[in-house]
């Protein structure tokens, strides 16, 4: 986080030095934003997904400006506050429940190993109804799984699957904690990566879908969060006053550098893929994105692969 008057640091370096973060610096406080939204969509009679710990988690952490869990708290934000005219909500409503139906969609197949990537704070494994005989890891930063671990104690909340934290960075070597933390590299695997991909310089991410591939057994799902034209965003004056609230500049940690196009990517892996635009997948909900991610939902799409036999 820039003090004021500090110089900006290149695109991308808090994610691709050697530093850490916990849940209210750097990535770990996107994160926290994007509870606070899980948590306002939990309040709409149209939620598309309900989050009964979004609230909780926000209101453990320290931030450095105010993120409203509720309505009555947007109310209350100074006039000149982003948050009301944001609407995140709209956004993170339909991406949740997108990939939320892909873990149903994958326990109906008979997947019962579920690996999400850089998990944040959202505890689906507490929060989703799994299959029988199901096993989530979740990873992500140490600190981050530490402050999400210790909340959900507090709240006595017990997981609905067999749960295993894996507390790693993804620019270390997290296959190998993985397989430490019981991964099976012969089951079927549901993996998702949300909220990922456009941290990641352009060799990471194809370090990544490379690997995610190699520890794939045939009948592995992958979904991914992907972005067709992120350097729009970049142009983008509100999204960025609208980080500023947090004393973030997200683009400061948002990667535009050109890079193959993960479909792409995937397909030459040998996976089946499928695209669906936001916009398009928020009409299937019912939901008009607009406001001020509605050029976020512009440039997103969802990907959801399959490795065949």
């Not at 309900?50 to 947007?74: I, N, R």
């Not at 991406?95 to 704070?121: K, T």
Request: aromatic share 8%; proline share 6%.
């Amino acid at each position: 986080m820039r003090s004021p008057g500090q110089a900006r640091e290149p695109k991308g370096a808090s994610v691709t030095t050697g530093q850490q973060w916990d849940i209210v610096t750097s990535v770990g406080l996107t994160a926290l934003g994007v509870a606070a939204a899980r948590a306002l969509e939990s309040h709409r009679e149209d939620r598309l997904m309900s989050d009964p710990f979004a609230a909780a988690f926000v209101k453990a952490a320290d931030a450095p400006a105010p993120m409203p869990t509720s309505p009555q708290e947007v109310a209350q934000l100074p006039e000149d506050s982003t948050w009301a005219q944001a609407r995140m909500e709209d956004y993170i409503g339909v991406r949740s429940r997108c990939f939320d139906d892909f873990f149903a969609a994958a326990g109906e197949a008979g997947v019962r190993q579920v690996v999400i990537l850089a998990s944040g704070l959202d505890a689906r494994a507490h929060r989703l109804d799994w299959a029988a005989g199901t096993t989530a890891y979740e990873i992500d930063q140490p600190k981050v799984l530490e402050f999400k671990q210790t909340v959900l104690d507090g709240l006595g909340a017990a997981p609905e699957c067999a749960h295993r934290p894996v507390p790693i960075d993804l620019r270390e070597d997290w296959s190998a904690a993985l397989a430490e933390a019981g991964f099976d590299t012969e089951a079927p695997t549901a993996w998702l990566a949300e909220g990922l991909l456009p941290y990641l310089p352009p060799e990471a991410e194809q370090q990544l879908l490379t690997t995610i591939d190699r520890l794939s057994a045939f009948g592995s799902r992958l979904a991914v969060e992907d972005f067709n034209d992120i350097r729009r965003l970049f142009e983008d004056e509100d999204l960025a006053d609208f980080g500023q609230e947090w004393g973030l500049d997200m683009r400061d940690l948002l990667h535009s550098d050109d890079r193959p196009e993960a479909p792409d990517v995937l397909r030459g892996l040998g996976w089946k893929t499928e695209v669906e635009g936001a916009e398009a997948k928020a009409a299937s909900y019912g939901r008009d994105l607009s406001g001020m991610f509605g050029e976020m939902a512009d440039a997103s799409r969802f990907v959801e692969a399959r490795k065949p036999a």
